[in-house]
């Protein structure tokens, strides 16, 4: 069966440090990624999507990057963060070739930014 | 995509059915309806999709009125489990928008004993 990671689940960094949060997912082969954000009660704003290696695509502009070096892995990161980056970051999956199939979300980690 | 509107809270009795309603006015013909719902601190878990046909499955049901420009989703006997927030989310399909979920503020549900 398929299962997504992240890690860390909780992360507090003052400003201006950067930041590497890890996503892989297992059991699936060639899967679409993505890089999604929560800031306090609101909802969830897709910030990078990834339909292969090395293939990476912004939602909006941002103090944040994406990378993808395996099939099943997929990277966010920052040089110097900043308060508004403070959020519930997930990571997702869905099938390539399949646009209409669902998506699964990996348990999220927590980013503090003080 | 087509822009939704749902209601921002409700409450439901522990056993009774919720029904929560969705407004797309402006979906297209190629346009999906999509449910999503997230429990507090959690990622969000489908639930169910359709086009056109109300659909099924184990976890709830979803009714498309006959103008797709409204649904309602339905948890026929919802549990203290339920309590999340619910999105109703409509996206065309294709290779331009493959898998792009553009989440709005949702239903926060709660269900009470």
């Known amino acids: 069966s398929q299962t997504i990671h992240q890690w860390p689940a909780t992360l507090v960094q003052p400003v201006g440090s950067p930041l590497s949060l890890e996503c892989t997912v297992e059991g699936t082969s060639n899967p679409n990624l993505y890089w999604y954000r929560q800031a306090a009660g609101r909802g969830l704003q897709l910030l990078f999507y990834s339909v292969g290696i090395g293939q990476i695509s912004s939602e909006v502009p941002q103090n944040l990057s994406a990378s993808r070096p395996q099939d099943r892995q997929f990277i966010l990161s920052s040089k110097k963060l900043l308060l508004s980056d403070s959020g519930f970051y997930l990571c997702?999956?869905?099938?390539?070739?399949?646009?209409?199939?669902?998506?699964?979300f990996g348990p999220g980690t927590r980013l503090t930014v003080l | 995509d087509a822009k939704t509107t749902q209601p921002t809270s409700m409450d439901c009795a522990e056993g009774r059915a919720a029904n929560l309603p969705c407004n797309h006015s402006t979906i297209s013909g190629n346009e999906y309806v999509y449910w999503y719902r997230q429990i507090h601190s959690q990622g969000p878990q489908y639930i169910i999709h359709?086009?056109?046909n109300n659909e099924t499955n184990e976890m709830a049901s979803l009714i498309i009125t006959e103008d797709r420009k409204s649904s309602t989703l339905i948890l026929p006997h919802a549990t203290l489990r339920d309590t999340a927030v619910y999105y109703c989310?409509?996206?065309?399909?294709?290779?331009?928008?493959?898998?792009?979920?553009?989440f709005g503020a949702g239903t926060q549900v709660v269900v009470t004993p």
């Open positions: 989310i409509v996206r065309v399909a294709g290779s331009d928008s493959w898998g792009k979920l553009q």
């Open positions: 359709g086009l056109k």
């Open positions: 997702a999956w869905s099938v390539l070739g399949t646009p209409l199939n669902e998506q699964f």
